[in-house]
Structure formats: C-alpha cells, structure tokens
C-alpha cells in the first residue's frame, strides 16, 4: 500500500510540473540547438528534443536540479543553467552527459557540491560557477573539483585571505581562469597563487581589482592573455598598481592585455610612468576601456609608438580625453606593424565646438593598418580627406560623428570594403563624397540626414555610381521621401541587402535590371500604402527577394485589389502576419484578415464599382440635359451673372488667408434638422461654417471631404449625442481632428457641444484623451435650467468662436 502512494505521489508531480511548464512559453527548437531562456520555468520542461548539443536554461526561475534529470540527452555539449535560483543540484543530476563539455552554473545559490557531481563528466572543459554562495571551499568540494582532469577554463569567485588550492594542480590542461573578488578587501599578491606557477595558465581575466602587487604575476610564467575589470566600491583607483604589475612581463610575447570599467571618474593622464611598463612588452593587442582617462602624454604615446614593435591591435576606448586637435595623428605612422585602431568616444570636451573647414586634410596611417574606427570623437565640417598609406585600410568606421557638413571626399583609401557614416549631419552633401572607395562592399549610413542632402544636390542618383561592388547598404532613417532617382540603377552585380527603414518613402524604388543578386529589401516603418501593377513587375524581377514591410500605413480598398492578390500569392514577404491596413471604413486590420476573404472582398468591390458607375452615367446624361435647357433657356441671364463675376473679382484682390470657414460641424445624420438650426443661428452671428450637406465636394470620398473640411476650419465643433456616438464617421472624425491638432500644434481647435445628456465617463476614449484642451458647451436642458439658456449657449458659441486677430483683409481695386 505505502508502495503504491508513494507511486500516485511521483506520478501527481509529474503532473504538476508537466502542467506548470505547458502554460509557458514554449522553448525553441532550432536544429541541435535548444534555447528556453526567460521563460519563468520553474522546472525544466519535459519532452526536450534528445538530439540536442546546446540546451540553454538560463535566466529562469529553477531552484534545484534533480538526478537523472539529463540521463535521456546524451549528445548535450553546451549546457546553460545561469541567472536561476539554484540551491541544490542532486548527485546524479548530470548523469548521462558523457559528451557535456561546457556547463555554467553562474549566479546562482549554490552553497556546495554534492559529492561524485562531476565523477562522469569525462568531457567537461569550461566550467562557470562565479555568483553563487561558495564563499567557503572545503576540503570535499576543493577535492571534487580536482577530478575534472579535463577542465580547461574555469570561472569562480574568491574572497579576502583567498588561497588557490594545492589540491587543483592535477588539473594539469586548465589553461584560462577568470576570477571574480566578491570583496573590496581581496588583494591580488603572489602568495594568493604559490600553487599555480606549475600549471600553464595562458589566460587569466580578473573582474574587479581592488588592490595588486607589483610581482603577482610572476607566478603566471605562461601567461599570454590579461583582462582586468577594475570595477567600483573599491576604497582607491589601483590604476598605477595595475601598470607596475606588468613590469614582471618585461619581454615577454603576449598576445593581449584588457584594462577596463575603472568606476573613478577623477580620471588619470596617461603619463611615460605608466606606458613604460608596456612598451618593454612584445604585446599584439592592448585595451583601454572605459576607464576615465583624461589625457595622453604626446611624448610617451610618441615613445610607446616607436618601441611597441608588436602592436598589432590598439583600442582606446569611452575615455574624457581632452581634444588635442590633430597632434595625435602625426604620431600614428610609428606603429609599424598596426593593423586595427580604435579611437572612439573619447573627445567629449569640444563635442559642441565647431571646427573651421578647411579645403584639404592629409595624414599618414601605419602603412600595414588595416581597421580604423574613429567613431564618436570628430566633430568638424567634412573637408577632401587625403591618407596617406592607407592602401592597407580595408573598414574605416566614423560613426556618430559630429559631422556638420558632408561636402568632401577621400583619397588615398581606394581598398576600403567597409565604411560607417552612420550618425552624420548630411545637409549638405558632395555627390563625389564616396567616389574614393571603388572596392566598397557596405555602406552604412543609417540616421545621416541624406535626405535633405539629396534635395540640395543635383545629381544626387550619380551618388553610388562608383561603388558597383557594393554588397550591403544601409539608409535607414535618413527622412528621405523619395530615392534619387538613378540611385540604385547601377549594375550592382553583388547587391545582396538595401536597408530603408524608418524613412517615408511611398513608392517601391527602382533597381537596375541585372541586379539578381539581391536577397533583403527593408521598408518597414515607411509610408507606403499599396504597390501599384508597375511597381509589383519591378519586384518579380529582382527574383527571389524577401521585402520587409512592415509598419507601413497600407489601404485594404478596391484601389489596391491588384496589391492585395499579389501580397496573398507572393512568398516574399516574410513579415506579412505583422502587416496592418486601413479600410474604407477608416478601421485598421490586420492584413491578413482582409488576404483570408480576398474572394469576398473582391465581390464587393466589383459592386461597388457597376452601381455608381450606372448611377453616375445617368446623372451625367440627366444634368447634361437640364444644363442645356437652362443655357438656352436662360441665355442672357447666364452671361449676365458671369458678367458680374468677373467684375467682381478684378475690382477685388484677397491679401491673406489662413481659413476658408470659422468651423466645421462634425455631426450624426439623424440629428440633420437640430444641426440645420444650430447652423443657421451661429452663421447669423457672422462666422462661416462648413456642414457636409452643403459644403462636402461630391465625387470626393468620406475622408478626403472631412480631412479637406478640417484643415480650412479654424475649429472643430462635434454635436455629441447618443447617435453621434454609435456612428462610425463620427469616430473617424473626431480621431482625425486629434492627429490634426496634435501634428499642426493646434491643440485648442475642438469644440464640444453636448445636446443630450451624456456623462463626461461616457464619452470616446478620443474626447477623453484630449478633454483638458476642449471647449464644452452644454445644450440647454431641464436638468441645467435656468442657469443655461439658449440664449447663453450662443454666448458662449460666440466667445468660442471669435478669432484672436483679424485673418483677412480685403481691399478694392479702382475699374479704369
């Protein structure tokens, strides 16, 4: 009996955990790769695919991990369980992965290892435990982590008094450490590793330093890579006993060396006294990041320069750097053997400075540099660029640059495959600003204004006319409302990918005919409303290519029927379930509604077309008749009348004119005849309104007549009632007044009359949005007399309406 409850027990777990896991989001299968990160799993999912090498379960909410969990996934590599709540992991927990060969277990809230956890992991190469609450290493766990004679890396926090154990000199292949001080008071000195100087460590990052020795590393006879994180809460910035460290790695071949994240914002000069300690270092690549470094001796940059024979890689990097102008660049051509240089978000002292612009700037590069990233620190209106030995140069980046005018080019760079200008302010724009890259393969210009700097050029389409090899191209967010025209009819043979996004393009842009290449267009977030028969043909022949388009105001109309069947028939859009369109009815659907019942909709349309069309001839021939007898009939009289007219109007000229009417009434059909009089008593007061009935142009559509109807009324007046509110128009109306007002900065424009009594709750969430800005009248009732009368109603209309100013001005023209 006991059997059988524990039995019914496992099995209602089973459930539970099955159930708690099947309201989640499902995990993501993709290939051999398994990626169930912030899911909220409180368990590990059952029914994993058994087939997969990565399994991700990181930044969830597990607290413990149970034997034999993976006993089933025998081909899992990479397993990730950071970012949870672990506290507990089971003996056998990890059985079964013979070929695991990295598991991270980071922040986490292990306290221990049970012991044999890691007796079957034969494989096991990197292992991460840092953040968790090993704070104490026993002699059992010391022990049990000795038995991964595999391990190559490892990541694990120390604390103050920190030794490294005898005990981990078997684990004779461990080649890289990464150490993470969980205290301030943890200082970095040569005993704290007597034990490792016969291991063969080449790797070694330290994530906060609060204090080192000038011998530490001297225990690291092998070392071949150092990264130090300063970090912060640190009692003094240890930045000079960093550099003194490295005298211990005088002439040694390193390949790298990371000094980064200093928290002291006092920031430091990057004096000889510090440099001296890395020239003497046959060093390939050197970092300096973020780390509030105020100045740079030119004398020691120039000294490092001539005496780093091996730099290969130079980066420095988010510092406060004061703007020396260009004395650093006559230094650059020291480094002999420099192939990347990054020099970015340093200058921001003189950011707001403008520079005189000069006709021509030359500089000399290292003639074996090869990358160039200068971005965030220019700030100068762009010149012709001559380099000297930049044969070499293969990505030049000066992104997010203060680059106040783009009249210029370069010389001297011809190799160029990658440039950045991303971040310009391209106003004014050369058309030859990239005629000295011919071998260029991406181009990024992304937030460049180039836009308005290809209206202010003539010839803006020549603009890529020398950069036939270009691969990728990037002009989002350039405010462009249309491509030059020419731009992309170029024979770009190996165009693979044209960004446009985020600009208000509204038609589909022209490529060349031998462009087959092609695979990415994006024009999402543009104005497009529809494709036309023209520009779907210019699509069918780019070939098989994915257009993006996404948030784009598109119509669902029987205009854009043509559009519609060939978007439900295309497979080249890739995000058509994003897509969204309006309706004749002014609502907005997803497109792929409207896809789903094309058949219908087309109907309808064809409908709608015979109807008017008949309806129309016969008003046509019916007035054409009635026209014909009135002109004969009423001949004189006719030519009498346009007599007048034309008199009046040479005998008058209108100076100024903001607004055709005072108002424009927005109301419901079946409130026409309170309408008629509201109308009739507020035009005897002088002012001028537009009503549907008497001013919409027949011919127009719906929403043409009242979006002409508010941009010539200096005001809005809705009539709410309870009809008013269940019309569909009158929903239309009131949100295109809200996007009038709100894009023209006419916030003040709405009047409001309430005829039937409506509670404010009760009004649209559009009236509700904006009610602090209207203007309310209340219709006389019995619930609000004797205190409002019609009499006070026109009142106030008449305070409402009258103008601030005079508009308009008429004056008579003497008739010589």
């Not at 510092?319 to 650059?332: C, P, Q, T």
């Not at 008199?647 to 100076?655: F, I």
Request: with cysteine; aromatic share 12%; charged share 20%.
């Amino acid at each position: 009996m006991n059997i059988i409850k524990v039995g019914l027990f496992w099995i209602l777990i089973s459930l539970i955990e099955v159930q708690s896991n099947s309201n989640k989001t499902k995990c993501i299968s993709q290939n051999t790769n398994v990626d169930c990160r912030h899911l909220g799993l409180t368990m590990i999912p059952r029914h994993l695919p058994t087939h997969a090498t990565s399994m991700d379960l990181s930044s969830n909410s597990l607290k413990m991990i149970r034997g034999f969990t993976f006993q089933y996934f025998k081909n899992i590599t990479d397993l990730y369980l950071g970012y949870n709540v672990i506290q507990s992991i089971d003996t056998n927990a990890f059985y079964g992965l013979h070929r695991l060969q990295s598991l991270h277990l980071e922040h986490n809230f292990l306290q221990a290892f049970p012991i044999g956890m890691f007796d079957k992991l034969k494989c096991l190469q990197h292992l991460s435990i840092e953040y968790n609450k090993l704070q104490n290493h026993h002699d059992d766990q010391i022990l049990e982590m000795s038995k991964i004679l595999s391990l190559t890396t490892l990541s694990y926090d120390i604390y103050q008094d920190y030794k490294f154990p005898s005990q981990w000199s078997t684990l004779s292949k461990l080649n890289r450490l990464a150490i993470f001080p969980r205290s301030s008071k943890v200082q970095f000195n040569k005993e704290m590793f007597a034990h490792i100087k016969m291991m063969s460590i080449m790797s070694l990052h330290l994530d906060r330093v609060p204090s080192i020795s000038d011998d530490f590393f001297e225990n690291f006879p092998k070392l071949d890579s150092i990264s130090l994180y300063l970090g912060d809460g640190l009692p003094k910035n240890p930045i000079d006993q960093v550099f003194r460290s490295f005298e211990v790695l005088k002439r040694r071949n390193m390949t790298n060396i990371e000094i980064a994240h200093s928290r002291f914002d006092n920031g430091f000069i990057l004096n000889r006294e510090k440099l001296q300690y890395l020239w003497s270092i046959c060093l390939k690549r050197l970092t300096l990041h973020e780390l509030y470094i105020k100045d740079i001796s030119l004398y020691a940059l120039q000294i490092f320069s001539v005496r780093s024979t091996c730099i290969e890689y130079l980066e420095i990097s988010k510092n406060v750097l004061l703007d020396r102008g260009v004395s650093y660049v006559f230094i650059l051509p020291n480094f002999r053997n420099l192939k990347v240089l990054k020099i970015t978000s340093n200058w921001h002292h003189s950011r707001s400075k403008r520079s005189q612009q000069s006709i021509l700037i030359s500089f000399a590069l290292p003639q074996t540099l090869e990358e160039l990233y200068v971005g965030d620190n220019l700030a100068w209106d762009m010149a012709n660029i001559n380099i000297i030995n930049g044969h070499n140069l293969r990505v030049l980046s000066c992104k997010n640059s203060v680059i106040w005018s783009c009249e210029g080019s370069f010389v001297g760079v011809i190799n160029v495959e990658y440039f950045d200008m991303s971040g310009w302010t391209c106003d004014k724009l050369s058309v030859d600003l990239l005629y000295g890259f011919p071998n260029l393969q991406t181009l990024k210009a992304s937030g460049s204004r180039l836009g308005k700097g290809f209206v202010n050029i003539a010839g803006a389409g020549s603009f890529l006319s020398k950069n036939l090899r270009l691969h990728d191209i990037n002009l989002s967010s350039n405010k462009m409302n249309s491509i030059p025209n020419g731009l992309f009819l170029r024979p770009f043979e190996q165009l693979t990918s044209v960004n446009m996004s985020y600009n208000n393009l509204k038609i589909f842009p022209k490529f060349h005919a031998s462009i087959k290449t092609l695979k990415i267009i994006d024009l999402t977030f543009n104005s497009l409303t529809y494709f036309n028969t023209e520009q779907i043909e210019r699509i069918k022949r780019l070939g098989e290519v994915d257009i993006f388009l996404r948030g784009n105001p598109f119509q669902c109309s029987c205009k854009t029927l043509q559009f519609l069947k060939w978007l439900g028939q295309s497979k080249r859009v890739p995000d058509i379930s994003d897509l969204t369109c309006v309706t004749e009815k002014a609502s907005r659907i997803f497109m792929s509604e409207v896809i789903s019942n094309l058949k219908t909709f087309e109907i309808s349309c064809k409908t709608k077309f015979w109807l008017p069309f008949a309806v129309s001839i016969t008003s046509i021939i019916i007035l054409a008749m009635i026209l014909t007898v009135v002109f004969f009939r009423y001949k004189y009289a006719v030519e009498y009348f346009l007599l007048r007219i034309k008199m009046k109007m040479r005998n008058y000229k209108e100076l100024k004119h903001e607004y055709t009417y005072d108002a424009f009434i927005s109301h419901s059909h079946t409130d026409l005849e309170w309408v008629k009089q509201f109308h009739d008593s507020v035009t005897s007061m002088g002012f001028e309104l537009c009503l549907d009935a008497k001013d919409f142009i027949v011919g127009n559509g719906i929403a043409e007549n009242v979006m002409n109807a508010i941009d010539s009324s200096r005001k809005v007046i809705f009539i709410i009632t309870h009809d008013f509110l269940k019309s569909t128009w009158g929903s239309y109306e009131m949100e295109m007044t809200r996007m009038h007002a709100f894009q023209k900065g006419r916030e003040d424009m709405v009047i409001v009359v309430v005829k039937d009594e409506i509670k404010v709750t009760d009004m649209p969430d559009i009236l509700k949005s904006m009610w602090f800005k209207i203007k309310c009248i209340q219709w006389p009732n019995d619930g609000n007399l004797p205190y409002n009368t019609k009499e006070i109603f026109y009142e106030k209309m008449k305070m409402s309406l009258t103008k601030k100013e005079e508009t308009l001005t008429y004056s008579r023209n003497s008739v010589i």
